[in-house]
């Protein structure tokens, strides 16, 4: 499988390593209320979807940039790749 | 106290070195390395005057070399004894930046090929799983060789710089020296 890097360009996956949900960006606050629901949530709760899903990509054998790529589990089409840091950032703009 | 004496990062009492038909591979003893980071917010510096390089790019000033290996981040190289003065005197030249000494985690392997621009197309396809059009010169990349994190550097036309980690130097030049061995026998001197 080859991961189309948003700097590099086309990759080979086994120079990656995958994290799982990119969900994992989205780490509730600590200081909330509800901050020890949220992280038991956030922590064990986690889909399974059969189709397409956002994942966290470390890229580990590369330059070591984190990239949320969204495929489809069951083509492994690759839909879409961002810098996670790209991803945060426009988050942090949005809030 | 024991009178003691380093060994180069190969294994010898002097840098490796291998000449066959086709390649001529060096262990480089007189790089020194230091990795640069930006912080947010902070000038972009200017070591040796060189613009910092885009990514898997390199940029070098005579025997000094910069190049990029993240997203903000880079690799100074320059070329004298390999001591750990260079991440000091970056560190004292650009104190809003992250500077860490490298010279001690990498192996650094030089690799000459005057037999042709085939054979250098043919090694760099058995060395890494990366297009060898795209590693023109002026680029590098970091990859996999043989499962070992590596940055490959397009020093010339048939030239190549391997830096790797210097804990696993001796399977890298195992690596390296293989294929050199089977290029010999891909490429039989007529």
Known sequence: MLIPHPLLGPRDAREFTVMGDAGMIDRPDPAAPDAADRFYEYVYLRDNPAGVHRELWFHEYGDRSWLVVTRNTLTHEIVAVELASDVSAKREKSR | ?190
């Open chain 2, 1 to 190: 106290m024991a009178d003691l004496e380093a060994d180069f990062a190969i294994g010898d009492k002097s840098p490796a070195g291998i000449e066959t038909g086709l390649l001529r591979i060096t262990e480089r003893s007189d790089m020194s390395i230091a990795s640069l980071a930006l912080r947010k917010g902070t000038p972009v510096p200017q070591p040796f005057g060189l613009s910092l390089p885009g990514p898997g790019e390199w940029v070098s000033e005579d025997t000094n070399c910069v190049l990029w290996v993240g997203p903000g981040q880079w690799f100074v190289l320059a070329r004298r004894y390999a001591d750990e003065e260079l991440a000091s005197e970056l560190k004292a030249s650009f104190p809003s930046c992250s500077v860490t000494e490298q010279t001690d985690g990498w192996v650094v392997i030089d690799i000459e090929c005057p037999a042709g621009d085939e054979v250098f197309a043919e090694m760099l396809a058995r060395l890494a799983n990366i297009d060898p059009d795209k590693l023109i010169q002026g680029r590098c990349v970091r990859t996999l060789l043989h499962h070992l994190g590596c940055h490959l550097v397009r020093l010339g036309p048939r030239s190549l710089r391997i830096l790797g980690a210097r804990s696993s130097a001796g399977s890298l030049w195992h690596a390296i020296e293989t294929v050199a061995v089977n290029l010999d026998c891909r490429f039989p001197v007529r």
